[in-house]
């Protein structure tokens, strides 16, 4: 009932920005809380941000926590994730994912999942 699709990677240099946008169809879209994950070569997939539903309540790792904003409109159906001032450590694949709780940060516990966009980070 939920489909996620992700755009906005590209390459850039350290200390540029990024906009993330992750469009959402399905009729449950304004309950799902939702979410940002990011996975790099040869590591797990490792949690970036969520968001409550309402777009009220946000959640952080100290690894981007004042450097990544997470946001939405629902009237578009779609979540955004502001990256600035990024790091050559912030290349990954990043993915949008739709849960029923806020806040959680393990992977395994989101029911849908976007395909991916590429985000990399020259030094």
Do not use: H
Not at 39 to 52: D, L, M, N, T, Y
Request: proline letters at 4%.
């Amino acid at each position: 009932q939920v489909q996620l699709v992700e755009s906005g990677g590209g390459l850039v240099q350290a200390g540029g920005s990024l906009r993330l946008s992750c469009a959402a169809s399905g009729r449950t879209f304004r309950t799902n809380p939702m979410a940002w994950f990011r996975q790099a070569p040869g590591k797990e997939r490792e949690f970036v941000a969520a968001i409550s539903w309402s777009g009220g309540n946000t959640y952080y790792p100290d690894s981007v926590k004042g450097r990544f904003t997470i946001s939405k409109d629902n009237a578009k159906m779609t979540v955004y994730l502001q990256m600035n001032s990024l790091k050559p450590e912030d290349t990954a694949v990043y993915y949008c994912a739709a849960g029923r709780t806020f806040p959680v940060v393990d992977a395994a516990r989101y029911d849908y999942w976007g395909q991916g966009t590429q985000v990399t980070v020259s030094s």
